[in-house]
C-alpha cells in the first residue's frame, strides 16, 4: 500500500485558492473565457488528480536541478522565484530566476519536457503554434517578465525529462505580442468589474476536452451545419478506434522513446530483444531505421 499512501497524500495537498489576479503564466492560454472563470469562478474548477500533481512535481524538481547546473557551470544566479506585479493591468507572476552572462542579465524560464515535446520544440514560434495550451503560454509568460522588469531578451532552458538533455531560447522582446497580452489582461478585467463572461472559443479538442471549467462552459462541440448518418458497421469501426485510442497513445509514445534511446547503435540485445538499425535514404533524406524484435 506504499504507492496508494503517497497518492492519498499527493491528493490531500491539491486545492483551489482565490484567484485575484492575471497570473502571467496563464495568460497566453487561447481562451479568454477560460481566463474570467479563472478569476470568477475558481471554486468551481475541476482539480487535477494525483498523478497529474506528481506530473507537477517532476517539473519543480527539474527546474531544481537546472539550477544546480547553472551554479555549477559559474554561472551568476540571481532573484529566485522573484514576484512580479503589475498594478496597471492586475497581472501578477514570478520569475524562475536570473542569470548574468558577462555583463548582461537575462531572465530565465526553466521547462521540463516530455522526449516528443522536447524534440519538437527549438524555437518561440514552435511553443506559439503548439496543439497543446499550457506550450503556447510559454512565450506569453516570458514577454510579460521581459516588459515588467525593462528588459530586452531573456531565455528559456528546456530539459528533457527523459535523458536529462537541455536546450536554450534565447527569447527577444515581442512588442506585439506583448500588446496582445495587455489588451487581453484589460479585457479579463473589464469582464470580472461588469460580472459578465466573453463568449466561448470555437471548439478546440486539445484545449476544450481537458478545459477544468468545461462543466460550466458548454462549448458547442460541433459545428452548426452536420450531416447525421446511419451506419451500423461503420459506427462499430468507430467504437473500436476510440476503445483503442489510449493505448495506441501510449504505444506510439513508447515507440518513439525507445527509439530515441538506441538511435545510431546497430546491434542490441535486451534481454530477450534484438534491436537492429542501419542509415536508409529517401530522396535527399537520410534517417536511421530501428527494427525490434523478440528472440
Not at 42 to 52: F, S, Y
Not at 205 to 222: G, V
Request: with cysteine; hydrophobic share 35%; aromatic share 10%.
Amino acid at each position: 500500500m506504499i504507492v496508494e499512501k503517497i497518492l492519498e497524500a499527493k491528493a490531500a495537498g491539491i486545492k483551489q485558492y482565490p484567484v485575484h489576479s492575471n497570473r502571467a503564466s496563464n495568460l497566453g492560454h487561447p481562451c479568454t473565457r477560460y481566463l474570467v472563470f479563472e478569476r470568477t469562478r475558481w471554486q468551481e474548477k475541476t482539480l487535477h488528480d494525483a498523478r497529474v500533481q506528481m506530473i507537477f512535481d517532476i517539473g519543480n524538481d527539474f527546474e531544481d536541478r537546472i539550477m544546480r547546473d547553472l551554479k555549477e557551470a559559474g554561472f551568476t544566479v540571481i532573484e529566485q522565484q522573484r514576484s512580479f506585479f503589475w498594478k496597471e493591468y492586475n497581472i501578477s507572476g514570478h520569475v524562475d530566476a536570473k542569470i548574468l552572462v558577462g555583463e548582461d542579465v537575462y531572465p530565465v524560464e526553466c521547462k521540463s519536457m516530455s522526449p516528443f515535446a522536447f524534440d519538437k520544440t527549438s524555437t518561440v514560434e514552435d511553443m506559439l503554434n503548439s496543439k497543446y495550451a499550457y506550450m503556447r503560454q510559454y512565450p506569453g509568460q516570458l514577454t510579460l517578465y521581459l516588459l515588467m522588469d525593462n528588459k530586452e531578451r531573456g531565455i528559456f532552458l528546456l530539459k528533457n525529462k527523459s535523458t536529462g538533455a537541455m536546450k536554450e531560447i534565447l527569447v527577444e522582446l515581442d512588442y506585439e505580442l506583448g500588446e496582445g497580452l495587455l489588451k487581453k489582461a484589460e479585457a479579463i478585467n473589464a469582464h470580472v468589474d461588469a460580472d459578465t463572461i466573453p463568449d466561448p472559443i470555437e471548439w478546440e479538442d486539445h484545449i476544450c476536452s481537458e478545459c477544468a471549467y468545461l462543466h460550466i462552459c458548454t462549448p458547442d462541440r460541433i459545428g452548426r451545419e452536420i450531416i447525421q448518418i446511419d451506419d451500423v458497421e461503420l459506427q462499430g469501426m468507430i467504437d473500436r478506434w476510440y476503445a483503442l485510442k489510449p493505448s495506441a497513445k501510449e504505444h506510439d509514445e513508447l515507440d518513439k522513446q525507445i527509439k530515441d534511446a538506441v538511435r545510431e547503435k546497430d546491434k542490441l540485445l535486451i534481454g530477450n530483444y534484438l534491436i537492429t538499425g542501419k542509415f536508409q535514404k529517401r530522396g535527399d533524406k537520410e534517417f536511421w531505421v530501428t527494427k525490434i524484435a523478440k528472440v
